[in-house]
């Protein structure tokens, strides 16, 4: 036993998941175990009897995880084959086969809605046209002369239309910017509203003056106004539903990232859970920090040394649930020196950021003050002659290239920003007269998700995942989670509290400071 | 050995004084300063025992001035000038009801704290 043991122990910590290991000990193998070498040396035969359920999430990221820890990561991982690792393939499967069912099922509903909304536009705008040429039409010597009242109405007509036109064209042809998953529900109503409306409109006319042929052209003209206004009240309507009722904040919803847990909050109006879902995500793209799984490889490498530390051994082997309170209170008692560890780790990474970030602030203030130089001396030569800021940041920035390097290599930050990135926004910053303060201001600290090339973002594709039908509207206490594959934002809402405020009539002269003397006179 | 206790304690008496007024130039003076007054802050007033007393108390009296003379002391409290209640007026109608320029002679009710002491004797056994 000892020696299989020992053959055990001889690889190090990165390469726990490399062929050779995997060829040796397939079945039962606690996939926890990172510092093996640790093992071999302990007093106890570590004989691994029963394994608890394999996490797939945390073997599948400790194996990523050790990136982070050396800057030359690229160099010494090992490959990660298929097989291994079941939970990547089981994922890629799921990408694949969304992606296939989506491209195809959301164009149909969205175009569908709108050809049914516009369909019925032009249906209702041409309405009131039809009313009132069809009688001139069908019976034009018949008809009594249209006076000047009539003409009159002619114009308000016109212009009616004209404004409802202008209006609906406003509210309702714009760009879409998102997709939602159910039928917007207050659309759907007016639409439905405005059919019957005019269905029933249809419905008079044709019976009461296409079928009589009713002479007063007068009456329908004024008719056709009817319906004009009606319309317009509609419209009215639509404004007041769809826009205004969500205007007035009546809910706080504080957003949560699974992840690293930044947290924002954000206030919103009457929306339905969708709507809000939707702007939630405009926010995070704008208000969050840039996703990045390279800065939580800490806090997974220090989980999975809390789980390693503890092996259980299940001699009668019936007593399942026994097990995880007897590995909690183990931990409990055992004394472990990881927070020590955690606040040096932290303490001298701190430093290190700290002196990388000095040294680079100073290479770009050199580096800008060169370009000053370099500007001035350019103006002496041949005035009126600009040097190309292109051709300037090209030279100033292999003065500043290892600096800055080291630093975004130190916060993770390196495979955020190209070398062609970093040379466009320099010359961006040089024809802008920016300071270097500004041009290190992308890089010194992540900036939000939209900062970014949309291949970094992690976060393109999104799920809703409710309890309640997302097309109610908030109320308090709601929890709603979007999800994508990487990291999930749970946003939970409350309602802002009723203030009540009341007035009170107070003596002036009882709660104002007055300034009392002491003065001496004498007599 | 009997134990001796000494006491002090203050006790307020009552005076009536009577100060002829001086003339000086076209003023009737009568040398002393009155501070206090219902308007005034009494938290400052460093003659008064009890630190809410707004009332009139004797800041300063000038030396051989007509009020030294008539025995006036400094700290003294005026309750009455010429049978005018000064418990409870402001600073500045004190000082008129002090200066009316047709009264010679003001007639002052003070009151005066002096401190006493007794000596008691006890038996201690």
């Known amino acids: ?523 | 050995p009997p134990v001796v206790v000494i006491l002090s304690y203050f006790v307020s008496f009552q005076q009536r004084i009577e100060i002829h007024k001086l003339r000086q130039g076209d003023n009737l003076i009568l040398g002393f300063s009155i501070g206090g007054g219902i308007d005034q802050d009494p938290t400052q007033n460093p003659f008064s025992e009890d630190k809410t007393d707004k009332g009139i108390y004797v800041t300063r009296v000038t030396e051989g001035g007509p009020a030294e003379v008539a025995g006036l002391q400094i700290g003294d409290k005026i309750m009455q000038v010429n049978g005018w209640d000064m418990t409870m007026v402001t600073h500045d109608q004190a000082r008129k009801r002090l200066t009316k320029r047709n009264e010679e002679v003001v007639r002052l009710l003070v009151t005066r704290q002096s401190l006493q002491k007794a000596v008691q004797q006890s038996m201690m056994s």
């Open chain 1, 1 to 523: 036993m000892s020696t299989a043991m020992d053959t055990e122990s001889t690889y190090s910590g990165y390469s726990h998941y490399s062929g050779h290991s995997k060829k040796a000990h397939r079945q039962g193998r606690d996939r926890h175990k990172s510092p093996r070498s640790k093992d071999g040396s302990r007093s106890e035969k570590s004989v691994t009897i029963q394994t608890p359920p394999a996490e797939p999430l945390l073997g599948n990221d400790a194996s990523r995880a050790e990136e982070g820890q050396d800057d030359n990561w690229g160099e010494t991982t090992t490959a990660i084959t298929g097989t291994s690792e079941h939970s990547i393939s089981q994922e890629d499967i799921a990408r694949i086969s969304k992606d296939l069912e989506d491209s195809v099922g959301l164009d149909c509903k969205r175009y569908l809605g709108l050809t049914v909304a516009a369909v019925l536009g032009l249906l209702v705008f041409l309405t009131p046209i039809a009313f009132i040429l069809l009688p001139q039409i069908l019976w034009r010597d018949d008809l009594e002369p249209c006076g000047t009242v009539c003409e009159g109405l002619f114009i308000s007509v016109a212009f009616k239309l004209l404004i409802l036109l202008i209006g609906t064209w406003a509210l309702f042809f714009r760009q879409p910017k998102a997709d939602l998953p159910r039928v917007f529900v207050f659309r759907a109503l007016l639409l439905v509203l405005i059919f019957l409306f005019v269905f029933s409109y249809w419905l008079f006319y044709g019976v009461r003056i296409l079928d009589s042929k009713d002479t007063n052209y007068q009456g329908i003209v004024q008719y056709a106004v009817s319906l004009v206004d009606a319309l317009l009240f509609i419209h009215y309507l639509a404004i007041v539903l769809l826009e205004l009722r969500q205007l007035q904040p009546m809910f706080t919803v504080k957003v949560v990232r699974s992840t690293d847990g930044e947290s924002r909050y954000y206030s919103l109006g009457h929306l339905s859970i969708q709507r809000a879902a939707l702007v939630v995500l405009e926010n995070y793209y704008k208000d969050f920090t840039v996703y990045n799984p390279t800065l939580l490889t800490a806090s997974k490498s220090r989980a999975a040394k809390h789980m390693a530390g503890l092996k259980v051994y299940n001699v009668d082997g019936n007593n399942a649930s026994g097990q995880s309170r007897a590995m909690i209170a183990a931990a409990a008692r055992r004394r472990d020196s990881s927070h020590n560890e955690l606040y040096y780790e932290e303490a001298d990474h701190e430093r290190r950021v700290k002196k990388r970030r000095a040294r680079l602030v100073v290479a770009v203030e050199e580096a800008f003050t060169h370009i000053k130089r370099l500007q001035a001396e350019e103006q002496q030569k041949a005035p009126g002659e600009m040097m190309d800021p292109r051709e300037a940041a090209q030279a100033i920035f292999p003065s500043m290239a290892r600096a800055l390097q080291k630093y975004l290599r130190t916060t993770r930050q390196q495979q955020y920003h190209s070398m062609e990135s970093i040379l466009q926004h320099l010359s961006f910053c040089i024809t802008n007269n920016m300071t270097p303060k500004a041009f290190l201001e992308r890089y010194l600290s992540p900036g939000p998700t939209l900062q970014y090339d949309r291949d970094r973002w992690f976060s393109k594709q999104w799920t809703l995942v409710s309890e309640e039908a997302v097309t109610s509207g908030l109320q308090d206490g709601v929890v709603f989670v979007l999800k994508c594959l990487d990291f999930s934002l749970v946003v939970n809402v409350k309602k802002i509290p009723f203030i009540k405020l009341s007035e009170e009539f107070i003596d002036p002269k009882s709660h104002k400071f007055v300034l009392r003397l002491q003065s001496e006179t004498s007599v």
